[in-house]
């Protein structure tokens, strides 16, 4: 069964994000063997240009430090790539050729270093406007499992 890990930065939580995640991990369980990490945010003590890049950076690495054996890497950017449904689950198909897991990455509110970006596979954007990165999950999910139905030619994509 092919490894997806979706590493995120900062606690979902409970309430409606929470709820949907939920509903569309229970959704995924037959697909794949889903796991999502939840990195823990890097308070901001400076709101100022040097004070959020610390933030970036500490973030981006802790992201970096999960990465190791991942096959292929996505990370979630507004300026990232668009992908219809069915471009992303070839992308997760193709991916599974591989015997190491495919890894979404969901950056804190601040972003991402330009690095961490460079040395993902895809740099994946889910629409031209900023996502909060709770909803980003929550929409990402269930991309990936209009995926799931999409490769498994189960009827749910329209």
Excluded: W
Excluded at 133 to 141: D, F, G, I, S
């Amino acid at each position: 069964m092919q490894t997806i890990e979706l590493i995120c930065i900062g606690k979902l939580g409970a309430g409606f994000y929470g709820e949907g995640c939920a509903e569309y991990i229970k959704r995924l369980k037959p697909f794949y063997n889903l796991k999502i990490s939840e990195l823990p945010e890097t308070r901001l003590l400076e709101d100022n240009t040097a004070g959020r890049l610390k933030v970036i950076e500490s973030e981006s690495r802790l992201i970096a430090s999960r990465l190791k054996g991942a096959a292929r890497t996505a990370a979630l950017c507004v300026e990232g790539k668009s992908l219809t449904s069915e471009e992303l689950a070839r992308f997760i198909k193709e991916a599974a050729l591989d015997s190491r897991p495919l890894a979404f990455i969901i950056g804190g509110s601040l972003g991402l270093t330009e690095e961490l970006k460079q040395s993902c596979g895809l740099r994946l954007s889910l629409s031209a406007m900023t996502l909060p990165h709770k909803l980003a999950r929550l929409v990402l999910l269930e991309q990936i499992y209009r995926a799931a139905t999409i490769n498994n030619n189960i009827k749910y994509h329209k």
